[in-house]
């Protein structure tokens, strides 16, 4: 048995606190498997008399994250604070100055500054890990970083945000509203008092930039990643989408080819058949095409203590294992700048929610302006009430470029006959 | 760019010949990955002649695998022959000896061998890697190994057998017999002319003893693995159980607890919201629960060319980086030798078939029995026909140890009621 490894912990949050308790829990266990004892001996949080229900005997408080870079006796250090700028981002950098590999679970500091932070620590040979950052527990970085690394990846997509799946999942299961749902999640814990950074797809771009470094081999690009939540998805398209044959999900999506990167953050409609469709609740899951392994599907519990500990600890034990590749599985050098799609070429079946009023020429009046923007019709039923008042249109097109069905509607916005904005709902393919 | 990583090829069947596209095809990324070039400067097999549409100019070719070992310039020995003995388990064993790091996609020879294998690679300080041994394509020992590191593993349960679960899934989707559906997959090229080694589930015990070990830090004990195959499911049993809310899928599964370590290979009842539910055709997927992550799923292709080439050259691009942890995730002497568990004590539903003969008293027979032996009846339907002539009557129980079930259709087993012997099949818990 070699020396311990000797952690700070920056964070005693949920998952602060559920690192410490793992460690202690599976303590044998993680010392067979990691070849040494890991223990924590610092730690920094806001509050030194809360009761956590963790043993800290024996581990230093320091009044300031940064101070763990230079504490001594701590070989490791594990950010568990959050955000993307202040002490998170200052821990970082103190940490890989100070040449001490750097754990962190922080997904928007990765995403903003993922790239400077990988070529920091190259410079310095610094590990830098963050299996937690993304999908909480499924190892999806390392299934991308190593275990596809042989492949081409075409595409990734993923169910990349718990709450906004919870709630999906939830309103189909129940039938009841967005604004219901989110209320009763909130209540419950699973959703923020300030839901915006769930709901809105905030989150789950910051995870789908990370992924698509590691799947494509390009730079960190979360600033084009297009970005749309869930607010606008009513029962009635849960209940339409059903009927058709399909459920609709929150779906991180990013493809690489010849018409540059692609990344898209938005509801879509998930056929019934599809890997993705039967994964319901706080599960995430990320299917990745690639050539020539096929397709692949990791599945797993994306938040919370013990699923996000899992992850934290992965990353240690395979530090005391000695594994230390680059960050994004390449030098930051080598990682190509790639150009964002154009996302109106991407080629999709949509499917397109309208409200109407109840007037001759209403469908006339939309099949005209589709058929002016090419548009190919594959179904359009007209039945029941729609959101808001007015009749509910319900179309789904043939395959075509996106941008087709956003050109028909936005000749369709001066039309009277519409009671309110239509909602376009991309299919999954 | 450090010096190219030389490989050694033993094998040029169909993933012999893949891993040499796939490095071909996918030359630039590999090297971008691995940051070094990977290139095979050896190959080994039977007939120099044949036309297996790969570039093998540059490549030595040597008369014996074994030679690989000791050929100048290789710098890691592949190993494609198959068979748990003589040319593979012989190049094994000499390229260790010579410290050439070996990796492998012999399942067979892993589970008769992997011990001793590992034991001797760690006492040469020798890499031995295996991705490609179990479920082809799906990263599921780098999962376990590595992602799952941190966690307690209660059970694993998977579908390992691209065969079986063709065979299936295809009997589900079409009501046709078993014999009729392995004739065509025979002649589709998915089952062997001899197709023993997977239908009778002994492909599936070797991969399962694997997991087991690096699931639970235990010996590979394959011998220990109670095995079952298909050949007993009739097309009145998958209809049975969809009536019921099940498939049936062929499951390896190990848990591992006091009681000691269970491992077996059976065809069982699948409930169809689980997510091993909705895999289908030649598809794998592994089933991890595990404490704190929860429930972890991995899925993909198990077998093939392409699937198979990118976990051997997935393990390529991990020695390139300088990984080289335990095979099996820590020292073969800190694994624990763990007693068979009494497959007996096992708690499960279970699902009974009987075919009886259509005259009074026979329910009354079974469910004495039953009774007799502390079985408790959940279901019990008599309808149709059963295989091979006489009444049809298909039983589920409450949980209860799988002994109790079994004595109790010893019990029955003199009973002139039955016009053949039942089939139990075990639900998926």
Same mark, same amino acid.
């Given at each position: 048995m070699t020396t311990p490894l000797n952690i700070g912990i920056a964070g005693l949050g949920t998952v602060g606190a559920g690192v410490v308790r793992l460690l202690n829990d599976n303590a044998a266990l993680v010392t067979r498997r990691a070849g040494r004892v890991i223990r924590v001996v610092a730690v920094s949080a $806001?509050? $030194?008399?809360? &009761? $956590?229900?963790?043993d800290l005997a024996g581990a230093d408080w320091v009044d300031?994250?940064?101070?763990l870079a230079h504490h001594? @006796? !701590? &070989?490791v250090v594990v950010e568990? #604070?959050? =955000?993307?700028? @202040?002490p998170a981002k200052a821990l970082a950098a103190a940490s890989i100055a100070a040449k001490r590999p750097f754990i962190t679970a922080n997904k928007a500091m990765l995403a903003a500054h993922g790239m400077a932070l990988a070529r920091a620590a190259e410079a310095a040979s610094v590990p830098l890990k963050y299996e937690?950052? !993304?999908? =909480? @527990?499924?190892p999806v970085i390392k299934g991308l970083r190593? =275990?596809?690394?042989a492949n081409r990846i075409t595409q990734i997509s993923g169910i990349l945000n718990g709450t906004c799946n919870y709630i999906l999942s939830t309103m189909e299961a129940t039938g009841r509203e967005f604004a219901d749902v989110l209320a009763e999640a909130q209540h419950l814990g699973?959703?923020? +008092?300030?839901p915006s950074f769930d709901i809105d797809g905030i989150d789950a771009a910051h995870k789908l930039s990370i992924l698509a470094c590691l799947a %494509?081999?390009?730079? #960190?690009?979360? +600033?084009?990643v297009s970005t749309n939540g #869930? $607010?606008?998805?009513d029962a009635c398209d849960i209940a339409q989408a059903n009927a058709l044959g399909f459920c609709i999900r929150l779906i991180g999506q990013a493809a690489y080819d010849a018409g540059g990167l692609y990344q898209a953050v938005r509801p879509m409609l998930v056929p019934l058949?599809?890997?993705?469709?039967? !994964?319901?609740?706080a599960i995430n899951a990320v299917t990745v095409d690639a050539d020539p392994v096929g397709q692949l599907q990791f599945e797993g519990p994306g938040a919370g203590a013990g699923p996000t500990a899992s992850a934290v600890v992965a990353d240690l034990i395979d530090l005391a294992r000695g594994s230390n590749g680059a960050? %994004?599985?390449?030098p930051v050098a080598a990682l190509e700048a790639a150009a964002p799609a154009d996302p109106g070429a991407r080629i999709a079946r949509s499917y397109v929610r309208f409200a109407v009023e109840d007037k001759p020429g209403v469908l006339a009046e939309i099949t005209a302006a589709m058929r002016d923007c090419a548009v190919s019709i594959e179904t359009l039923i007209q039945r029941g009430e729609a959101p808001g008042g007015g009749v509910l249109v319900v179309m789904t097109t043939h395959e075509g470029p996106e941008g087709a069905v956003a050109r028909a509607l936005a000749q369709l @916005?001066? *039309? *009277?006959?519409?009671?309110s904005p239509p909602l376009v709902l991309p299919i999954l393919g």
């Open positions: $806001r509050d $030194r008399t809360r &009761d $956590r229900g963790i300031a994250p940064e101070q001594t @006796g !701590v &070989d568990l #604070i959050g =955000g993307a700028e @202040g937690a950052a !993304v999908a =909480g @527990g499924l190593e =275990g596809a690394a699973y959703a923020e +008092a300030d %494509f081999g390009t730079r #960190i690009d979360c +600033a084009a #869930i $607010r606008a998805v058949d599809h890997p993705l469709a039967h !994964v319901k609740g960050p %994004f599985g390449m @916005g001066q *039309s *009277s006959a519409l009671t």
